[in-house]
């Protein structure tokens, strides 16, 4: 049921390229709530009234997760805001290739008026899963809130590499946030402008 919510635009590619990375990515923090934030008002043509936009906006929900349903939580046509949690597939590297590695669970909100639209994404949270290996079952444990991951200091009973597995993870949910943040701009309008200010 898990994989009804996960991102439908995740690609291989993404996926292999994140998990060549090595380094901590430098991810965005938000300064009043220190969370992991991807968060942004853009500007569209500014004729372009609100309930197109909401239309836009809710036709790219349902394009981009397989179970739009199940993925929002809340949309209100008349204030411009949809809220809704998702969860997207994580993979480590083994001998074997590429190994699922749970799942990052995160909200996506869109707020929309007239001629603009702010989106916010927070809220990382990583949850385990059982993985086959070499025909046995093991547990990925729950690394938790994604903020601190970034900081973490290993213990003595941690796996050797869990701190590259750690960065891996969070370069992997850069590269497919960056990725959904794009489709999202496509599809709300082609001729997105950011020059203005960032006034909501």
Avoid at 15 to 29: D, F, H, R
Avoid at 75 to 84: L, P, Q, R
Avoid at 168 to 189: E, G, P, T, Y
């Amino acid at each position: 049921m898990k994989k009804l919510f996960i991102v439908g635009i995740l690609t291989v590619l993404t996926v292999s390229t994140a998990l060549g990375k090595n380094e901590i990515p430098k991810l965005p923090i938000d300064s009043q709530t220190n969370k992991i934030s991807y968060s942004k008002v853009v500007y569209v043509d500014s004729l372009t009234k609100k309930q197109e936009l909401f239309s836009r906006a809710r036709e790219w929900f349902a394009k981009t997760y397989n179970s739009s349903t199940n993925v929002i939580q809340m949309e209100d046509k008349e204030s411009g805001k949809i809220v809704g949690k998702a969860l997207l597939q994580v993979y480590r590297k083994s001998p074997l290739g590429n190994m699922e590695h749970g799942y990052i669970n995160y909200t996506i909100s869109i707020y929309i008026k007239d001629g603009r639209y702010k989106y916010i994404i927070s809220d990382f949270y990583h949850t385990g899963q059982n993985s086959v290996y070499l025909g046995s079952v093991n547990k990925v444990p729950d690394y938790g809130v994604c903020e601190g991951m970034i900081n973490y200091k290993p213990t003595f009973w941690d796996p050797i590499n869990i701190k590259k597995t750690i960065n891996s993870i969070l370069s992997q949910i850069d590269s497919n946030i960056v990725d959904l943040v794009k489709n999202l701009k496509f599809v709300m309008d082609t001729n997105t402008t950011n020059t203005k200010t960032e006034e909501w």
